[in-house]
């Protein structure tokens, strides 16, 4: 089955509802939701309005991130830091409901460090890899998602879940999801504002893979792309 893609002038509100509806199904379906933030500016505002719901078991939600700056928590590019003051705090979501990919460190050790506590999350749950119920992206105008950054090391990795990922472009390192995770999902929804992209939106849902957002693709995963139209 193709991706979904929504067009909409609502993007915050379409993209809170979708993400709200997933943690409604999954908290009754399996008691627990275990979702992944996208970083950047985009979820921003979504992350505003889905803090404001009610009646969400938010002890019964694990956060998780796709990706990570190697900085701080509180370095103002950090996206623990744009979570936390977006979502984590206005919704008072317990520290025990998110699991923060350590950039302060060692970007190898954070990396392995994650992965082993997705491993044993995995394992608990009789998961050869850790499922996402929802796995929320970002796609860069050079068309990468999460920091699977064009021509980087990352995007050849069969096997680890979370890698350290050397960005030249931007001379620094990153922490991200590699593909075989993000392809275990139960489901994954790309999150664009603004119409911005037209065509490297197109050029990725024809799947050309020199785009790294192409190369998602979770089978039997659902993809959904919410695409925001200008008002
Ligand atoms: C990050 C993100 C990244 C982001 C895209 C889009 O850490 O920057 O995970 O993949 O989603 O770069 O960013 P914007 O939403 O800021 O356009």
């Known amino acids: 089955m193709g991706p979904e893609i929504i067009r909409t002038k609502n993007f915050v509100r379409d993209a809170a509802d979708l993400i709200l509806q ?3 199904q999954s908290l009754a379906q399996r008691g627990e939701f275990r979702i992944a933030l996208s970083g950047g500016n985009t979820p921003r505002a979504v992350y505003s309005e889905v803090a404001q719901a009610r009646k969400i078991s938010w ?10 700056r190697c900085v701080p928590p509180d370095d103002e590019q950090s996206n623990f830091r744009m979570a936390k003051e977006t979502l984590f705090d206005p919704a008072g979501i317990p520290d025990e409901s998110i699991l923060r990919l350590r950039g302060e460190i ?22 050869e890899i850790y499922r996402h119920d929802l796995i929320l992206l970002g796609l860069g105008e050079d068309g990468h998602t999460a920091s699977l950054f064009p021509e980087t090391a990352a995007l050849a990795e069969t096997e680890r879940r979370v890698v350290s990922n050397f960005v030249p472009k931007f001379n620094s390192w990153r922490l991200t999801f590699t593909f075989p995770l993000i392809n275990q999902a139960r489901h994954v929804c790309f999150l664009l504002n603004a119409s911005k992209h037209v065509e490297l939106i197109e050029s990725v849902l ?23 139209q200008a008002a």
């Open 22 to 24: 997933a943690a409604r």
């Open 106 to 127: 060692d970007p190898e050790t954070a990396a392995r460090e994650y992965e082993a506590r997705l491993d044993a999350l995995a394992l608990k749950r009789g998961e």
């Open 206 to 228: 024809r799947g050309e893979t020199q785009y790294p957002a192409a190369r998602v693709a979770p089978m039997p995963g659902q993809v959904t792309w919410i695409l925001g």
């Open 59 to 68: 002890q019964d939600v694990l956060f998780t991130f796709g990706d990570e």
